[in-house]
């Protein structure tokens, strides 16, 4: 399953970034390929990610797997990209290649959707342009139901990565606005989309109104048809202000190895950066458990905190969570989950906080303490590899 490639929608597309983008995936392609056919007949499937970007600027015109190629950097990047493929159908004929053509990928943890939330948090965003282009999105969840889908029975050929319902621009903006709760702005003019981002423009600014109708043919099921419905499941989470992040880190261990070191308050000062100046001053129970309560003194950008938490959960050996019952934010969740995989332990964080003040709180400290969590959050990854081993 080949999925990587430089990433397009980072920094401006100078000469070298757009030799970079090309080349990363024709020549990643070309040695995967290579590879394969070195490999004789172990390998019976190859799923090529690939992406919508192959149709260009087209309007209002109706495209699926069987449309034509249409023009820009980008299409020529996606012709050049699949061209890469041809060796298979000279000396591998009985292979399976499904191409899957991603449209825009809808996720709260990275992705368009992430770096448009907090503009569109201060209600300080609207709509792009004249709002009239057409964009093929799909939800995370099917994205990737959909490449498990093309590596166990997909036939070769194209597939289209995007839902059923494609969306214009306008529309899009709409059900974004109305699912994270706020008021949308006035729309960014074309001359400034232009000036900002430059031949990179044509991402946000051109249409392709794909639909997946080979897809749909090959058996695949969407659980997310409409953009309002997707839109839903992401954002409506994250409404008043909540933030989300979520941090995954795999142990060579198993789950019982690994949970006594959590069990033990203690051990969150190893674990907790030396700027945060965190310590544990009092435990309400012998033993952690839920409905355990404790009691930390921190610093956060220099000024002193009392913070207490409450164990909310606590199910050995797979997961627990802590609530905020006192401290600086008006709401602090964290999820530890602990995931059997391979021969060792997932570990994945789940933290959802909201600033203090409401959207005064957000707009000022936001951005500051979204930068602090992930100094914390990396910091912990590296002292927990060096507890326990990577």
Same mark, same amino acid.
């Given at each position: 399953?080949?999925?990587?490639?430089?990433?397009?929608?980072?920094? !401006?597309?100078?000469?070298?970034?757009?030799?970079?983008?090309?080349?990363?995936?024709?020549?990643?392609?070309?040695?995967?390929?290579?590879?394969?056919?070195?490999?004789?007949?172990?390998?019976?499937?190859?799923?090529?990610?690939?992406?919508?970007?192959?149709?260009?600027?087209?309007?209002?015109? !109706?495209?699926?797997?069987?449309?034509?190629?249409?023009?820009?950097?980008?299409?020529?990047?996606?012709?050049?990209?699949?061209?890469?493929?041809a060796p298979f159908a000279v000396r591998r004929p009985a292979?399976?290649?499904?191409?899957?053509?991603?449209?825009?990928?809808?996720?709260?943890?990275?992705?368009?959707?992430?770096?448009?939330?907090?503009?569109?948090?201060?209600?300080?965003?609207?709509?792009?342009?004249?709002?009239?282009?057409?964009?093929?999105?799909?939800?995370?969840?099917?994205?990737?139901?959909?490449?498990?889908?093309?590596?166990?029975?997909?036939?070769?050929?194209?597939?289209?990565?995007?839902?059923?319902?494609?969306?214009?621009?306008?529309?899009?903006?709409?059900?974004?606005?109305?699912?994270?709760?706020? !008021?949308?702005?006035?729309?960014?003019?074309?001359?400034?989309?232009?000036?900002?981002?430059?031949?990179?423009?044509?991402?946000?600014?051109?249409?392709?109104?794909?639909?997946?109708?080979?897809?749909?043919?090959?058996?695949? !099921?969407?659980?997310?048809?409409?953009?309002?419905r997707a839109l839903d499941d992401l954002l409506v989470p994250?409404?008043?202000?909540?933030?989300?992040?979520?941090?995954?880190?795999?142990?060579?261990?198993?789950?019982?190895?690994?949970?006594?070191?959590?069990?033990?308050?203690?051990?969150?000062?190893?674990?907790?950066?030396?700027?945060?100046?965190?310590?544990?001053?009092?435990?309400?129970?012998?033993?952690?458990?839920?409905?355990?309560?404790?009691?930390?003194?921190?610093?956060?950008?220099?000024?002193?905190?009392?913070?207490?938490?409450?164990?909310?959960?606590?199910?050995?050996?797979?997961?627990?969570?802590?609530?905020?019952?006192?401290?600086?934010?008006?709401?602090?969740?964290?999820?530890?989950?602990?995931?059997?995989?391979?021969?060792?332990?997932?570990?994945?964080?789940?933290?959802?906080?909201?600033?203090?003040?409401?959207?005064?709180?957000?707009?000022?400290?936001?951005?500051?303490?979204?930068?602090?969590?992930?100094?914390?959050?990396?910091?912990?990854?590296?002292?927990?590899?060096?507890?326990?081993?990577?």
């Open positions: 399953m080949h999925l990587a490639g430089e990433p397009v929608a980072e920094g !401006r597309w100078s000469a070298a970034r757009k030799a970079l983008i090309l080349d990363s995936r024709v020549q990643g392609t070309r040695q995967l390929v290579a590879a394969v056919l070195a490999h004789g007949d172990r390998v019976t499937a190859f799923v090529h990610g690939s992406a919508t970007g192959f149709y260009g600027d087209r309007g209002d015109e !109706r495209l699926d797997a069987t449309s034509s190629k249409g023009s820009g950097f980008l299409a020529d990047v996606v012709e050049a990209w699949e061209a890469e493929l292979l399976r290649v499904p191409v899957v053509r991603t449209g825009v990928v809808l996720a709260r943890q990275g992705g368009a959707l992430a770096e448009m939330l907090p503009l569109f948090r201060l209600s300080a965003a609207g709509r792009l342009g004249g709002g009239r282009q057409w964009m093929g999105w799909i939800h995370l969840e099917d994205i990737a139901r959909l490449f498990v889908h093309a590596l166990d029975a997909a036939p070769s050929g194209n597939l289209e990565g995007v839902a059923p319902a494609p969306a214009t621009n306008r529309d899009f903006t709409t059900a974004l606005c109305r699912s994270l709760g706020v !008021r949308e702005n006035l729309p960014a003019p074309v001359p400034v989309i232009r000036a900002m981002f430059g031949e990179k423009a044509a991402i946000v600014l051109g249409s392709a109104r794909v639909e997946p109708a080979a897809t749909l043919a090959s058996g695949f !099921r969407f659980r997310h048809e409409s953009v309002e994250l409404r008043g202000g909540v933030r989300e992040r979520l941090w995954e880190q795999w142990l060579p261990h198993p789950a019982e190895a690994i949970w006594p070191f959590f069990g033990d308050a203690r051990n969150l000062e190893e674990i907790t950066p030396p700027f945060l100046n965190f310590h544990v001053r009092r435990i309400s129970t012998p033993a952690i458990g839920r409905g355990t309560r404790l009691d930390y003194t921190l610093r956060l950008n220099g000024v002193p905190f009392g913070w207490q938490t409450l164990i909310e959960t606590w199910e050995p050996p797979r997961r627990f969570t802590d609530l905020q019952a006192k401290g600086p934010y008006a709401l602090w969740h964290h999820t530890h989950d602990f995931i059997a995989m391979g021969a060792g332990t997932l570990m994945r964080d789940t933290v959802r906080y909201r600033m203090p003040a409401g959207w005064l709180g957000s707009a000022i400290g936001g951005c500051k303490v979204d930068s602090d969590v992930e100094k914390i959050f990396a910091y912990r990854a590296r002292a927990i590899d060096k507890r326990f081993g990577r």
